[in-house]
């Protein structure tokens, strides 16, 4: 909304711009097998891929959702914990050539990465119901970014 003497006017915003950052820091973090950077690192790796600085405040204000910029003493960003799990599935998923048996899929997860999706407290059923739901959350963030970079 854009505020003028007349009358508050609602016109469409490019986000382009914001996407463009987000699949690439993305990109970046996913390289990572931590999933996380010094933000210096980051913003070298950054400059480096690009030729260009991401803007710390948008990443702050419209990536919250993708990454964590940490300010503590030693500032660094990571990805947030859906996205580090979108990361390993789809590696596992690759790995397996695309499909795998949702009754093999926590032992493979385990295997892969030596943790747990859940507590191993969880029943099966649990577990294998939580990874549906996690795939769903992420077909559903990855339709959502691509819907509004078309705005």
């Known amino acids: 909304m854009i505020e003028t003497d007349d009358e508050p006017i609602v016109a469409l915003v490019d986000r382009g ?10 990109t970046i973090l996913w390289d ?8 210096d690192k980051f913003m070298e790796t950054y400059k480096e891929h690009y030729n260009t ?3 710390l405040e948008i990443m702050k204000k419209d990536l919250e959702d993708i990454v964590i910029i940490d300010d503590d003493k030693d500032p660094k960003i990571s990805l947030v914990p859906l996205q580090f799990f979108a990361r390993d599935l789809l590696t596992l998923l690759h790995e397996a050539g695309g499909r795998m048996n949702l009754t093999n899929f926590d032992t493979a997860f385990v295997d892969r990465f030596g943790k747990f999706i859940l507590k191993p407290s969880h029943n099966v059923v649990t577990v294998r119901y939580s ?3 996690f ?17």
């Open 17 to 26: 711009h914001v996407h463009e950052i987000m699949t690439r820091a993305r």
């Open 135 to 151: 795939l769903v959350l992420i077909l559903f963030q990855i339709l959502f970014s691509f819907f509004f970079s078309l705005v």
């Open 32 to 39: 990572v097998p931590e999933g996380s950077l010094t933000l």
């Open 53 to 55: 600085s991401p803007n």
């Open 131 to 133: 990874c549906l739901i």
